[in-house]
């Protein structure tokens, strides 16, 4: 393959993973705010689900190497608290979850939080962003693989598996007997 070929690949990744990075924190930004805390779920498992197929897709190409030996300051951070805030407000009672440090390595648990994962996710993917609208692609793709493999992809994993498990448990533990006249209404109506 030639080196345009790879680099025109490259910027094609760039551009997709910027698209999907401003997708994912629209959605938790939006669900942040409360004004739709019934389809609160399936939006965040929804975003996760596909904010983890561009980590993939970081995560299967090769390294990226910056074009200078140190990242340029993409400027301030971005203040998240109120992402947190909200996220927290919203599953108050659900938040905190139990996690495992590393599956490969350590068996130990600890305590994990949705609201604290999406947020620093938020940070990450938008760290990326600022290099991205700056104009350093490079930056911008390295910045998005490695904290995909060194934290978001980690906690966005953990986050979906908590959602899910929710997800489950709404929909799955449902007295049978609802279940069953609810069965019964909708086949006789």
Not at 28 to 33: L, N, Q, S
Not at 75 to 83: C, E, F, K, N, R
Not at 119 to 133: N, Y
Request: aromatic share 6%; glycine share 6%.
């Amino acid at each position: 393959m030639s080196d345009r070929t790879i680099a025109d690949d490259l910027a094609a990744v760039e551009s997709q993973t910027a698209e999907d990075v401003r997708a994912f924190c629209d959605i938790v930004t939006d669900v942040a705010r409360g004004d739709a805390p019934d389809s609160a779920i399936p939006f965040l498992l929804l975003g996760l689900s596909q904010v983890l197929l561009t980590g993939a897709r970081l995560g299967a190409i090769q390294d990226v190497v910056l074009d200078e030996k140190f990242e340029p300051d993409p400027g301030p951070d971005v203040d998240t608290d109120p992402v947190r805030e909200g996220l927290a407000r919203l599953f108050e009672g659900l938040d905190e979850y139990a996690d495992v440090v590393d599956p490969v390595t350590s068996g130990e648990l600890t305590a994990g939080s949705l609201s604290n994962d999406l947020a620093s996710i938020v940070v990450d993917l938008v760290h990326g962003l600022q290099h991205h609208e700056a104009g350093r692609p490079v930056e911008a793709l390295w910045w998005w693989q490695f904290s995909y493999l060194s934290s978001w992809g980690d906690r966005a994993a953990s986050a979906l598996r908590v959602l899910q498990s929710v997800l489950s448990h709404i929909r799955l533990d449902a007295d049978q007997e609802t279940v069953a006249e609810a069965q019964f209404e909708a086949l006789h109506t």
